[in-house]
């Protein structure tokens, strides 16, 4: 049986960009963002984005292309038969499936906002309104529905599920996305919500550099769907032709452009309905977008219709996002398993409906898995593809990053390096951090404790 491939290479890039654009661009963003001093974060997450996240998603895709299979048989094969390089490649087959088991459970509180935003069933209390869906039978009821939504696109395939359905996909969620943004900063009070976001706070940044250092490194990865081996499956089903390095370059403008324009709605609509943030808007995280905007929805002219599009667009870009995680286990038991499709799909379904279904039903669970247990994942997960593609594959990663490549062939040289030396090292560094953090250190503490 041949194996599956990209019908263009335009669908190619709008599914990576669709793996990329997610919640990650739309939720935790602009909060990271508002949260690390403004556009002071910005240009540290702009640098971080471009020194590390576009070398690691080169480094996953030389893996791919090369080897034209999924991440565990790829890092076997290419080692000529190393079962611990077979076992990196299997840890992100496994990341893959603990990532998906939460991002599902917020996936389905989105659809769940989508369909009420019809009848407006939050407008009257949203803080209550979300207290009472977020964990529980409800939330993995709406987890499944949000699970079948992603394996009926992946059952499909490569070409007549995923490329299709993010050929439409990705061009709605950027007009869409552009039109709200218009909207929302054209709202009077809007420009309070500007100036929140992009507010350039220097002193913050001074003050706390190796937590935004580590926050902004976190969300590059998280965001350039990175350390998973989602970039290495997708550039499995690539040919020779395509220029690496130039595809990639668009895939992260193209992202960091969603995270952007995701925070020009959320901020100046907040701060036009609700004129300040205070409680949970302040904190961020998990329940801010949703309590915050849907209330911030019920006080403006056409909320409805306008609540409607907004978690539509969060419902597809969640989407094409979830189906990269699940394209990556399914493409591991077809490549090495000779599985069929559409039973490696509805097997892994049917594991992922129970391992969700536990997040969903358990809120320190949940918490856990998704700001802590994936984080880490991810690094540890990059880490290994870096030190596999710069060390392992070497001179030959070389060759392949070359391979169709034009003018971009000169950073090669340069490129290898970063990830043979640098990059690495860097990661393993906020590895360590977070892992300090976890058990109650900081780098303040650990520097007094080397600085006398
Ligand atoms: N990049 C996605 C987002 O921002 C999340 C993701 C991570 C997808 C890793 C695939 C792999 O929402």
Redesign the pocket.
């Not at 793996?19 to 661009?25: E, H, I, Q, R, T």
């Not at 998280?222 to 998973?228: A, Q």
């Given at each position: 049986m041949t194996r599956e491939s990209w019908h263009t290479r335009l669908g190619f890039i709008l599914a990576a960009v669709g793996?990329?654009?997610?919640?990650?661009?739309v939720w935790?963003f602009p909060w990271m963002t508002a949260e690390n001093g403004g556009s002071a974060f910005l240009v540290v997450y702009l640098a971080i984005v471009l020194l590390v996240g576009v070398p690691g998603l080169l480094a996953e895709f030389v893996i791919g292309r090369r080897s034209n299979r999924n991440p565990a048989g790829a890092m076997f094969r290419l080692s000529s038969g190393s079962k611990s390089w077979g076992m990196v490649g299997l840890f992100g087959v496994v990341t893959?499936v603990v990532?998906l088991s939460f991002?599902s459970v917020v996936g389905g509180w989105i659809v769940r906002y989508f369909l009420s935003s019809f009848i407006g069933s939050y407008h009257a209390a949203p803080a209550a309104y979300f207290s009472g869906i977020d964990f529980g039978i409800g939330a993995a009821f709406y987890h499944v529905v949000f699970l079948s939504l992603t394996a009926f696109i992946v059952v499909g395939g490569v070409r007549d599920g995923i490329e299709k359905a993010t050929k439409v996909m990705m061009p709605l969620i950027l007009l869409l996305l552009g039109a709200l943004a218009v909207w929302a900063t054209s709202q009077p009070g809007a420009g309070a919500g500007l100036e929140f976001y992009l507010n350039f706070d220097a002193a913050y940044l001074q003050n706390n550099f190796f937590d935004v250092l580590g926050a902004a490194a976190g969300q590059a990865l998280?965001?350039?769907?990175?350390?998973?081996g989602?970039m290495i499956t997708y550039a499995s089903y690539l040919g020779d032709d395509n220029d690496l390095a130039l595809d990639g370059s668009i895939i992260a403008v193209l992202n960091t452009g969603v995270g952007v324009l995701a925070g020009l709605v959320v901020f100046p609509l907040l701060f036009a309905t609700l004129g300040e943030l205070s409680g949970t808007a302040a904190k961020g995280g998990a329940g801010a977008l949703f309590i915050s905007l849907a209330g911030a929805f019920s006080q403006v002219p056409f909320g409805t219709v306008l609540s409607v599009l907004f978690f539509g667009v969060i419902t597809l870009a969640?989407l094409s996002?979830s189906i990269?995680?699940l394209e990556i286990p399914v493409a591991y038991l077809v490549d090495e398993h000779d599985m069929e499709r559409r039973n490696a799909t509805l097997g892994l379904a049917g594991l992922i409906l129970f391992t969700g279904s536990a997040n969903a039903l358990n809120p320190a669970l949940f918490d856990f898995v998704a700001s802590t247990l994936v984080d880490l994942m991810?690094t540890t997960g990059l880490v290994g593809f870096l030190v596999f593609a710069g060390w392992v594959l070497g001179k030959d990663a070389l060759s392949e990053f070359s391979a169709g490549a034009g003018r971009s062939r000169a950073i090669g040289p340069a490129w290898l390096w970063s990830i043979r030396t640098v990059l690495p090292v860097f990661l393993a560094g906020t590895l360590l951090v977070n892992l300090l953090a976890l058990a109650g250190f900081s780098v303040g503490d650990l520097l007094a404790f080397v600085v006398p």
């Open positions: 793996s990329a654009v997610g919640l990650g661009n935790r893959a990532l991002y998280f965001t350039l769907s990175l350390g998973v989602t969640a996002s990269s995680m991810l």
